[in-house]
C-alpha cells in the first residue's frame, strides 16, 4: 500500500496561486502515474492533471495554461501550480496514484489504487 498525502491547500482570492504538494511512502516503487482530482460541493469528483513516471503529462482543458503539474526525480512527490485561480476551481482536492499508465489522455479516478484524503482549496471572487 502506498499512503499519501496533501498539503498546500487555502484560500486566496481570484488571480492568485497556490502551489499544493502530495507527499507518497510506503509502496511506491509499483506507482506509474500520478494525478490530481478535485471535487466541488454538489458535483461529482473530476479529473485535472496526471503526469507518469517519465514525466508526461495530460491536463483538463479547464486548467490549460493555468495549472502545471510536476514531480521530484524519485516520483514520490507530486506537485501542483496552479495560478490565475478562479472561483470556479474551489474543491476539495486530491491526489491519486496508480500502478498503471495515464493513459493517451487524462485518466478515469477509476484507474487510481490510492488517495489522499485532501486539501481544500478556495477562491474567493
Known amino acids: 500500500q502506498a499512503q499519501l498525502v496533501e498539503s498546500g491547500g487555502g484560500s486566496v482570492q481570484s488571480g492568485g496561486s497556490l502551489r499544493l504538494s502530495c507527499a507518497a511512502s510506503?509502496?511506491?516503487?509499483?506507482?506509474?502515474?500520478m494525478g490530481w482530482f478535485r471535487q466541488a460541493p454538489g458535483k461529482e469528483r473530476e479529473g485535472v492533471a496526471a503526469?507518469?513516471?517519465?514525466?508526461?503529462?495530460r491536463y483538463a482543458d479547464f486548467v490549460k495554461g493555468r495549472f502545471t503539474i510536476s514531480r521530484d526525480n524519485a516520483g514520490n512527490t507530486l506537485y501542483l501550480q496552479m495560478n490565475s485561480l478562479k472561483h470556479e476551481d474551489t474543491a476539495m482536492y486530491y491526489c491519486a496514484a496508480s500502478k498503471y499508465w495515464c493513459g493517451g489522455t487524462l485518466p478515469s479516478e477509476y484507474i487510481m489504487h490510492f488517495w489522499g484524503k485532501g486539501t481544500p482549496v478556495t477562491i474567493s471572487s
Open positions: 510506503g509502496y511506491t516503487s509499483g506507482i506509474d502515474c
Open positions: 503526469i507518469d513516471s517519465d514525466g508526461r503529462t
